[in-house]
């Protein structure tokens, strides 16, 4: 590691641990209410206005866990081809492959409904810290968990009564902040276009997070409310000559989690227990996943998301991994937490913080000794097993006072839960037999034969005939009659003769046990200390920097960069003359295979239309579909991927070589009317009807 990215890395560190105060880089996933406008004035002399930042959130949506952003007043959505690929397998088949062949609706009567797929956008944000820390003020760690979550589903409740707004309390800052964030949701989509996987993931694994980059990673849906699609006043225009080199950017989106406020004791029980479990876990997956795929086209096609999220998840902890087993990034993480205990020891409160790193440590320790249980203590990779847990739980859960039921079974997340509940997503009972049965040998290797759970749930069993008679005999492919269930309440689940359902009943209550038991253990405590810490941070710096990455909505910013790679010079954008460079120089095949619609019409492309770029802005996992906006809020692009180098962002942001990845618009554009005759929607996005 370079002297350089020692000092990017640890500059990075010390900022968020609270020991710097004004930011030289173009660090952070700010939340909507705090962004650092003192930096942006003075480094880029930009100060966007809250009628800039308003816009800007109204047009961005969160569809299922990642990113996207409307692009026309007609409810038309962008985000990735690799965040929609689930929801365009689902409306596959053997007789149409849209994975493979890609899909455009040329009228709006041809546009596909994507089963279970929910859309929300952020319509307000409300500080309510002084409500939910004050429920909890006076009480032991596990008392004041279950206050606050109580408090928490008291606000939610008042919320969605009071506006029908799905309204959710998030934590900030470890438990720094609490704020109420009501978003309007929409479960009508429908699929509008989306190219071959081949051109979308042009490059495959080999290439994945890696540049130079030359993705067609984009896909469209609408959004319909009682038949027709919505109006969207909120919506980001294209600007087809995207960026120049140099360029200020912002990216809106909803980055899954980051972990750079953790201490030094949870770190190391990240590098020592979470990676070695995990990486094996999906080393796992992986392989029941290959084998059921040999099984034919049909098992192939069915396996084909699940296999590329497993290769990404694989590829992406990996990377993570290796910064946490750095030697001289671990010191300087090391350092950086010795440095701010010496700032707290000094302040109003220093018994209080010392203590809180204590109470981390001691339940970090319990955390990693019932880990490998709360892995393998369940039935992985199985949808319907995942469906029967949460009847088992629901029927039981609204019978009680809404504060106190279990996360997950409020009010305000009722509407939520049945959608999943009664979706009609194709379901694989094969497939779910084979990874379970493959996952129950593995609990069992893990966890030995002797595990209460494991000796449950084999009962003198082979793994393959518990899967069979589980998997193979439910009646829960059934969308009606999971209906029926949910509908007849605690009397028809607990009378049900389902095998599944027959089987959740008996493992429920020790699921409860272990889960209460983490959280009086391990989630109280650390909710308890990581609100002492926060207070120490704030006490020092106020809100000078921004909370880790919780999944919800986030602004980044940064510029469009090239960066050193290899002893050369990562371009800031490639074209598509590199595309079909990079195709020929690998025999067009395998992940290098261009569509064939693109050597029938490659003469007719201007081959000097950029594909991809690369920014500073800081992004990870779950800002994937995140519209790239310039100074005038004008889309320029589209985030897909970050590099290599960005993956130890999860814990540190490198600034000289970390990067996001995006589609560049000209690229977006010029293949929709050359490669797809889809002119219609080049129109609706150049706003040309």
Known sequence: MTRTRRTALCLATLVLLGLATVMRADEGMWTYDNLPLDQLRERYGFVPTQEWLDHLRLSSVRIGGSSGSFVSPDGLLMTNMHVALGYVQSLSGPDADYVTDGFYASTRQAELT????????????????????????????????????????????????????????????????????????????????????QAAFFGGDTDNFTYPRYCLDLAFFRIYENGAPVETPNYLTVKPEGPDAGDLVFVSGHPGSTDRLFTYDQLEYQRDVRYPVYLDYFETYRGLIREYAAGGDEQARRVQRQLLGIENTLKAMSGEYRGLTDVALMRQLEEAEADFRDRIAGSRRPDDYTAAFEAIARATRHAADSFAQRVYRGFVGSGLTTTAGMIVRYVSEVEKPDAERLPGYHDSEL?????????????????????????????????????????????????????????????????????????????????????????????????RRDQQWYRDEVESVLTDAGETLATARFDLFGRTIYPDATGTLRVSFGTVAGYPMNGARAPHQTTLFGLFDRAISFGNTGDHALPQRYWDRRDDLDLSTPANFVTTADIIGGNSGSPVVNSEGALVGLIFDGNIESLVGRYAYEAERARSVAVHPGYILEALATLYDADDLVDELTDSR
């Not at 859309?119 to 944000?125: A, E, N, R």
């Not at 900030?172 to 699929?191: A, C, I, S």
């Not at 209460?452 to 009659?481: I, K, M, Y």
């Not at 029926?484 to 599944?500: F, K, M, N, Y």
């Open 114 to 197: 994507a089963p279970n797929l929910e859309v929300t956008v952020l319509i307000s944000m409300e500080q309510v810290t002084g409500r939910v820390q004050a429920a909890a003020q006076g009480l032991l760690e596990a008392d004041a968990l279950r206050a606050r979550q109580a408090e928490i589903a008291s606000i939610e409740k008042e919320s969605l009564d009071a506006t029908g707004l799905r309204s959710s309390v998030v934590s900030l800052y470890n438990g720094g902040e609490y704020w109420l964030y009501r978003q309007r949701r929409y479960t009508d989509v429908r699929l509008v276009f989306a190219p071959e996987n």
């Open 415 to 511: 509407e939520g839960l049945r959608f999943q509940i009664l979706s009609p997503a194709p379901v694989y009972p094969d497939l779910e037999a084979h990874i379970v049965t493959g996952f129950l040998e593995k609990s069992r290797e893990v966890l030995g034969a002797n595990d209460p759970w494991v000796a449950s749930v084999l009962n003198g069993e082979t793994p393959a005939a518990v899967a069979s008679r589980l998997l193979e005999q439910t009646r829960l492919t059934d969308v009606e009659f999971r209906r029926s269930l949910i509908e007849g309440g605690r009397s028809a689940v607990a009378s049900s003769d389902d095998p599944l359902i027959v089987a959740t009943r008996a493992l429920d209550p020790q699921r």
